[in-house]
């Protein structure tokens, strides 16, 4: 039993051996073909993209548009666009109640009276002058003795009737009134407006006609940036 066993071992063990040396002998050249293929499709690159380098520099600038030009870079592109001169708005009011007064006027009240006509003579004037005036509302004998009271020489007396104003009275033409009335807060406009032509996305700057010093005429400074870009494309190998 132990001999047996003995000679079983060996033989396996010889067996175990040239199976993996047999798959040793089969990996070795598969693994040296995927590195080579790995290096044949390795592909080299370098930096690439844009590279921008941004400077600066104060300018002083006139304010002067006489003394100044502008430089165009980038040329713009015409476009039309709508100006609006006066914004369309709503009419907006509120009702009111207006009273209105009546409406009258004035009527003079007529009556009668009678009227002397006296000529006579005063003391006044020792009795050269004639001299003539009017009594109002009083009889005959009223009238005699009127002037016999101030020694007056009476000549003629006339007597007439005439009409005078006694008074006024006021009469309505209208009787006093009320109503509803609209009362405009903000008038109704309607739109109006243009068409004008504009340059869009035009680029530039302003440059001195001549030097001109910082402290002289009314100026600013101004910073003039330069752009420069500069481009690295990909390279394969």
């Known amino acids: 039993m132990n001999s047996r066993t003995a000679t079983v071992i060996p033989m396996i063990t010889v067996f175990i051996l040239c199976g993996s040396l047999q798959t040793r002998s089969f990996?070795?050249?598969e693994m040296t073909n995927k590195k080579s293929d790995r290096k044949e499709e390795k592909t080299e690159y370098i930096v690439y993209g844009e590279k921008t380098t941004v400077s600066t520099k104060n300018r002083w600038i006139s304010n002067n548009p006489d003394e100044v030009d502008w430089i165009v870079e980038v040329p713009g592109v015409p476009e039309e666009i709508y100006v609006i001169d006066q914004e369309a708005q709503e009419e907006i009011s509120h009702m009111e109640t207006i009273n209105h007064p009546a409406v009258t006027h004035q009527e003079a009240i007529y009556g009668s009276r009678v009227v002397?006509?006296?000529s006579y003579y005063s003391p006044e004037n020792d009795y050269?002058?004639?001299?003539?005036?009017?009594?109002?509302?009083?009889?005959?004998?009223?009238v005699l003795a009127y002037f016999e009271e101030r020694d007056c020489d009476t000549t003629d007396m006339q007597q007439s009737t005439e009409q005078y104003i006694t008074g006024y009275r006021t009469v309505t033409d209208q009787d006093a009134w009320s109503e509803e009335i609209k009362v405009i807060d903000q008038e109704e406009l309607e739109e109006i407006g243009h068409y004008e032509t504009i340059i869009?996305?035009?680029?530039?700057y302003f440059v001195n006609k001549r030097d001109i010093?910082?402290?002289?005429g009314d100026g600013r400074f101004e910073a003039m940036v330069r752009k420069t870009t500069e481009t690295y494309e990909k390279v394969e190998e």
């Open 27 to 29: 990996s070795l050249p």
């Open 116 to 118: 002397w006509t006296v």
């Open 128 to 142: 050269t002058e004639l001299l003539i005036t009017k009594l109002y509302d009083m009889t005959e004998d009223e």
């Open 200 to 204: 869009v996305g035009e680029i530039g």
């Open 213 to 216: 010093a910082p402290t002289e």
